[in-house]
């Protein structure tokens, strides 16, 4: 872009995978509002190259940063905030929009009940295969005794295009969830990452 502090900011994130919460609000409203980006890229860009990426938290923020989460309210990054609350001097011909007006969605959420399917056989469930994004599940439904399935393709898990380092820092949360619990003692828990559908087929076969 023609702003030397958010290019920085861009590289920063792509090479430390990490943006201080300040930052990330700066970020989104100069990306939606300044550079008239859409929101949605933005926040797929954040999600592929943040380590502490959480997909709901993400979304929502840059949905409020663009005023149409809480509608009519959006956040604005302004020059003096900027320099008030950082080391950044921003030059004469780096210009911000610290008048855009809120965007404007046409559609409505209404709030609803969560509904959670009742498993009544609980205790009869010998074999789970664990999504990727629910690794909590067995600790949830309270299953210590089974054979689990975990892991994700890394080669094709395309939620988004993630970053090498933030799809290594997956990973490792994923087995560490398992190894550092003694929850998982009794479970006979098979993980598989680089060759994920080889081995799934593999333990579907066995189990």
Request: proline share 2%; hydrophobic share 35%; net charge negative.
């Amino acid at each position: 872009t023609d702003l030397s502090f958010f290019n920085q900011w861009v590289n920063d994130l792509k090479k430390n995978n990490y943006l201080h919460n300040h930052i990330r609000m700066w970020f989104a409203s100069i990306w939606i509002f300044t550079l008239k980006l859409p929101w949605q890229l933005g926040a797929d860009f954040f999600m592929q190259n943040l380590l502490d990426g959480d997909p709901a938290s993400n979304t929502l923020s840059w949905r409020w940063s663009a005023g149409i989460h809480t509608k009519g309210k959006n956040y604005i990054a302004r020059k003096d905030n900027i320099e008030k609350y950082s080391n950044i001097r921003l030059r004469s011909n780096e210009i911000l929009d610290e008048n855009a007006q809120p965007l404007f969605e046409n559609s409505e959420y209404k709030i609803k009940e969560i509904t959670l399917n009742d498993i009544s056989n609980i205790n009869e469930i010998e074999n789970i295969i664990i999504p990727t994004d629910e690794i909590n599940i067995l600790k949830d439904l309270n299953i210590n005794k089974c054979n689990a399935f975990a892991g994700y393709p890394i080669d094709d898990y395309n939620d988004h295009i993630f970053n090498q380092k933030v799809l290594k820092h997956i990973k490792n949360l994923t087995l560490s969830s398992y190894k550092e619990d003694n929850f998982y003692e009794k479970i006979n828990l098979e993980s598989s990452f680089e060759n994920y559908y080889n081995d799934l087929d593999k333990w579907i076969e066995k189990n």
